[in-house]
């Protein structure tokens, strides 16, 4: 049975493995072909290439068939293969992540014996590990890695017995949906190993999210506020962001949390929505949800709490071409113009303009609504290099779409040298942009004299 098991999960394995590979090969030829990349960029490659690595572990890991595993070499607790045997005071072999969590939750007795505990020293056991790692060699199998952060990876039994126990509740009265929707939404953010339990099931999300109706998802506020906190909890772990966005409901309930329930719920699921986003693909099954709108109304409405959560998954979710066309039609550029204006927010609203700076109608846009004087005095005043760096990009943008607006630079730079001043001491794409549109300034004044 256990055979048949790896069998089954291998290819989703080898599926993920190769959309990851898609994605990483097309941040890095943005990296390569692009000298103006975003630090993003990278960092989102160094993600997926995290990601990759963890796949590639636990591949190897489902390679190795349980009833072939000798006895001593697995875990008591765990049943599988150990990656850090250490021995206890009884003399029992544990795999080290899981005594620890097993002494770390106040136990004084051996899991296996019984026995109470004369001290808690842990002592490695060499032997096994060497073991271990001649049977691994001799198969072609990668020797399992210590566990680094105890928390995060170790499942028990217990865990998940506890998990669905809680997720039946999510099926029962209104009472126990809300007594188990506090806990899971505690255990999710405290314990990342509870969160990495959930893309064990196909079916947990579906569970978790049953008792809020599309259309009414707001009827139980605090329920509401409990599983949608829940679910940004589960969507902070990798494996957990296309199990989600790929629910048929998950996404719309998300949506529909944006626009209605106590601000911390709408906060929330704006943050959710940011982290699902991270994927390439959920970027795209977002912004097709109808997202963008509610995320862009949560952002004029400008509630200190919400504003940032709006403001970062508007940013994630128009990195990708067509999300930026649904941004502008739903009236990004006003309403992140007007809070640059108002001081709010400026870096991260500056940074959401430039990319939307690309788009014609956006551009055309921020000709009308005054953008340029207030880029101007932005590159003036502030003390960001990336925001001036920004507001230079955003000026030649718009200079090269509209000569009507060579004026108000002209008349800035002869009365402040603002863009002189960026040319020399700026970033080095803020030079390039500020050189280019002074370039194109000269040029202008020279055909204007010819004439």
Not at 56 to 81: G, H, Y
């Given at each position: ?8 999960t ?6 993920k ?12 030829k ?8 975003r ?8 993600r ?24 001593e ?22 795999d ?16 296996r ?14 032997l ?5 790692s001649?049977?691994?060699?001799e198969?072609g ?8 952060d105890?928390d995060?990876?170790v499942h ?26 506090k ?8 314990m ?6 959930f893309?064990d099931?196909?079916?947990?999300i ?5 008792p809020?109706?599309?259309?009414r998802?707001?009827?139980?506020p605090d ?8 679910v ?10 296309r ?25 929330n ?15 795209l099954?977002?912004?097709?949800s109808?997202?963008?709108k ?7 409405e400008?509630?200190?709490l919400?504003?940032?959560?709006a ?7 128009c ?20 809070k640059?204006?108002?001081c ?6 500056l ?7 690309s ?8 000709g009308?609504?005054g ?8 590159t003036?005043e ?19 779409n509209?000569?009507?607006k ?12 603002t ?26 004044a ?6």
């Amino acid at each position: 049975m256990a055979k048949t098991g790896v069998l089954e999960t291998i290819p989703c394995a080898v599926t993920k493995a190769a959309e990851l590979k898609k994605e990483l090969e097309k941040l890095v030829k943005a990296i390569l072909g692009e000298e103006d990349y975003r630090v993003e960029v990278t960092d989102e490659a160094m993600r997926v290439l995290s990601v990759l690595k963890e796949l590639k572990f636990k591949k190897s890991l489902k390679m190795v068939d349980d009833t072939v595993v000798p006895e001593e070499f697995k875990c008591p607790i765990s049943r599988e293969i150990m990656g850090d045997p250490v021995v206890l005071a009884t003399g029992q072999t544990y795999d080290l992540p899981f005594i620890q969590r097993w002494l770390n939750e106040g136990h004084r007795t051996c899991p296996r014996t019984q026995q109470v505990l004369p001290h808690t020293i842990l002592t490695p056991n060499h032997l096994v590990r060497d073991m271990i790692s001649q049977w691994c060699k001799e198969r072609g199998i990668e020797l399992p890695k210590p566990v680094k952060d105890v928390d995060d990876e170790v499942h028990t039994d217990a865990d998940r017995s506890h998990l669905k126990s809680l997720l039946e509740k999510m099926s029962s009265s209104l009472s126990d949906q809300k007594e188990a929707a506090k806990e899971l939404r505690l255990l999710t953010k405290r314990m990342p190993s509870f969160r990495a339990l959930f893309s064990d099931s196909t079916d947990a999300i579906p569970r978790l999210i049953n008792p809020l109706s599309p259309g009414r998802a707001n009827t139980h506020p605090d329920l509401q506020e409990d599983l949608i906190t829940t679910v940004l909890n589960l969507s902070i772990h990798d494996n957990n962001k296309r199990l989600v966005a790929e629910n048929p409901l998950a996404i719309p309930l998300l949506i529909e949390s944006v626009k209605s329930g106590t601000i911390e719920t709408r906060s929330n699921a704006a943050a959710a929505l940011f982290s699902l986003s991270a994927l390439d693909s959920n970027k795209l099954i977002i912004g097709k949800s109808g997202a963008l709108k509610p995320l862009i109304d949560l952002l004029e409405e400008g509630h200190p709490l919400a504003m940032k959560d709006a403001a970062s998954a508007i940013f994630n979710l128009c990195l990708v071409l067509e999300n930026k066309g649904r941004a502008v039609r739903e009236g990004a550029v006003r309403v992140i113009l007007k809070k640059i204006m108002d001081c709010i927010l400026v870096d991260e609203l500056l940074a959401i303009l430039a990319m939307l700076a690309s788009h014609q109608k956006a551009v055309e846009e921020m000709g009308e609504l005054g953008a340029v004087h207030c880029l101007l005095g932005i590159t003036r005043e502030s003390s960001s290099e990336r925001n001036k760096e920004n507001c230079a990009a955003i000026l030649y943008t718009i200079c090269l779409n509209d000569y009507t607006k060579w004026r108000d630079i002209r008349e800035e730079e002869n009365a402040n040298g603002t863009l002189s001043r960026l040319a020399e001491s700026g970033t080095s794409r803020a030079k390039r942009k500020a050189n280019s549109i002074l370039e194109r300034l000269n040029r202008a004044a020279s055909l204007t004299h010819t004439a």
